[in-house]
């Protein structure tokens, strides 16, 4: 399995809601990141939070890392229609050399009007 | 548009040809990735590049798969003899370098999608 793992796999709430998503991740991070994907295009990144941190905060966004439970969540405040999109948790692990992310397979996020 | 621009968007090929795509990364970046995206899931790791260096590729990446990024700006990424298994989305994103092992946000393109017949 991936090393970032989202849930839920799908959310829909109604316009003005907050919304929660957490991510799972498995091994040691230097830094967690949050993106999101609106449908056929691509990835837009939203957040960056490091290990040393444990909570971030960027406009109605506020992003949570608890390196000891190894999970993260991110909540939209206030939702709007426009929120509407798939959200992905991608972690920088701490191995000698890796520079890839390793997302997870997203919370898909519908925000009914 | 100072974005990462990929080309083409769509490509729709026999099995058993080549093909290849584009990737033009934001010009200051010298970090340049490419993923892979079937539905439904989060982006897979292909392969890495720092200038024109390719310095890590995936296991999913096999020898039917090249990538390269001869002058350190743009980079292409060609398969050879598809197979219906490499219909997904091809993702690039570009980057800046981060400090030590740490990365600095991606910037994707809107993908190529493609799909083998």
């Known amino acids: 399995s991936q090393q970032g793992e989202e849930d839920p796999q799908a959310l829909s709430i109604q316009e003005g809601e907050n919304a929660t998503m957490n991510c799972s991740y498995k091994?040691?991070?230097?830094?967690l990141q949050w993106y999101r994907q609106n449908s056929g295009r691509g990835l837009v990144h939203l957040i960056l939070?490091?290990?040393?941190?444990r909570e971030k905060h960027s406009g109605r966004l506020r992003v949570t890392l608890d390196t000891s439970k190894k999970s993260s969540s991110l909540l939209i405040t206030a939702s709007r229609a426009a929120d509407t999109a798939s959200y992905f948790c991608?972690?920088?692990?701490?191995?000698?050399?890796?520079?890839?992310?390793?997302f997870g397979s997203g919370t898909r996020l519908q925000v009914q009007p | 548009d100072t974005g990462v621009s990929q080309n083409p968007r769509h490509k729709i090929t026999k099995r058993g040809q080549n093909v290849t795509f584009r990737c033009d990364p934001i010009?200051?970046?010298?970090?340049l990735y490419w993923y892979r995206q079937t539905l439904g899931q989060g982006p897979e790791f292909l392969t890495y590049?720092?200038?024109?260096?390719?310095?890590?590729k995936s296991r999913l990446l096999s020898d039917r798969f090249s990538a390269e990024r001869p002058k350190g700006s743009f980079s292409t990424l060609e398969i050879q003899r598809t197979e219906q298994g490499d219909s997904a989305m091809y993702l690039c994103?570009?980057?800046?370098?981060?400090?030590?092992?740490?990365?600095?946000?991606?910037?994707f393109g809107d993908g190529t999608r493609l799909s083998i017949l």
């Open positions: 994103a570009s980057s800046l370098a981060g400090t030590g092992h740490s990365n600095q946000p991606q910037h």
């Open positions: 091994t040691s991070i230097n830094n």
């Open positions: 939070i490091r290990s040393n941190e």
């Open positions: 991608a972690t920088d692990g701490t191995d000698t050399g890796r520079r890839a992310l390793t």
């Open positions: 010009s200051e970046h010298n970090r």
């Open positions: 590049f720092q200038n024109e260096a390719q310095l890590e």
